[in-house]
Structures are given as structure tokens and as C-alpha cells.
């Protein structure tokens, strides 16, 4: 059974810093490229970042210079280094691993930038 599980989400003020991490089973970690999307509330989901097999990373312009993704094979993990944040980035931020046409998606985490 494959699962993925974010967590480090919370209340952070603008101008903050956090750390997603979304750890996953049930699939061969390093054979699959690994993506953010985050969902605000009354908004579509949209694509964040993405980091592939071999560590080649982008990043949707919104976030580009403040936030980092990165992964660890040996931990069956990925993380999602948020700098500088702006209320703007409050939003349910899920983790998703691809291969070819399979896709397989986190419950997500909160994220609320908030003074």
C-alpha cells in the first residue's frame, strides 16, 4: 500500500520559515520524481516545485528564490524548505510522486503565514 505523509505544516508569521516533509512507502522511492502543490482556500491547486530522479529541481515563479525542494532517498523522504513567507502562501500543501502515468498523492498539511 503506498502512502505518503506530509507533515511540518503550522502557524507561521510573515517573513517565517518551515519545513515540509512528506515521507513515503509502498513505492521504490528513488525510481520516482517528487512534487509540491499547495491548494488556498477558495483557489485551484497549483504546482510548486518539483525535484526529479536526479536531483534537477523547478519551481513555480511564485516561490522561486524562497523555497527549496530537496530529497533523500536513503529516508524515503522529500522536503519542501520554505524562506521569507507571505500570507499569500497560505495554503493545504500536499506531496505527490510520479512515474511515468502513476501519480500518488499526500493528505496534505496547513500552512497559514498569519501576524
Known amino acids: 500500500q503506498v502512502q505518503l505523509v506530509e507533515s511540518g505544516g503550522g502557524l507561521v508569521q510573515p517573513g517565517g520559515s518551515l519545513r515540509l516533509s512528506c515521507a513515503a512507502s509502498g513505492i521504490t522511492f528513488s525510481s520516482y520524481a517528487m512534487r509540491w502543490y499547495r491548494q488556498a482556500p477558495g483557489r485551484e491547486r497549483e504546482f510548486v516545485a518539483h525535484i526529479t530522479t536526479y536531483d534537477t529541481t523547478n519551481y513555480a515563479d511564485s516561490v522561486k528564490g524562497r523555497f527549496t525542494i530537496s530529497r533523500d532517498n536513503a529516508k524515503n523522504t522529500v522536503y519542501l524548505q520554505m524562506n521569507s513567507l507571505k500570507p499569500e502562501d497560505t495554503a493545504v500543501y500536499s506531496c505527490?510522486?510520479?512515474?511515468?502515468?502513476?501519480?500518488?498523492w499526500g493528505k496534505g498539511t496547513l500552512v497559514t503565514v498569519s501576524s
Open positions: 505527490v510522486a510520479v512515474r511515468n502515468s502513476l501519480s500518488y
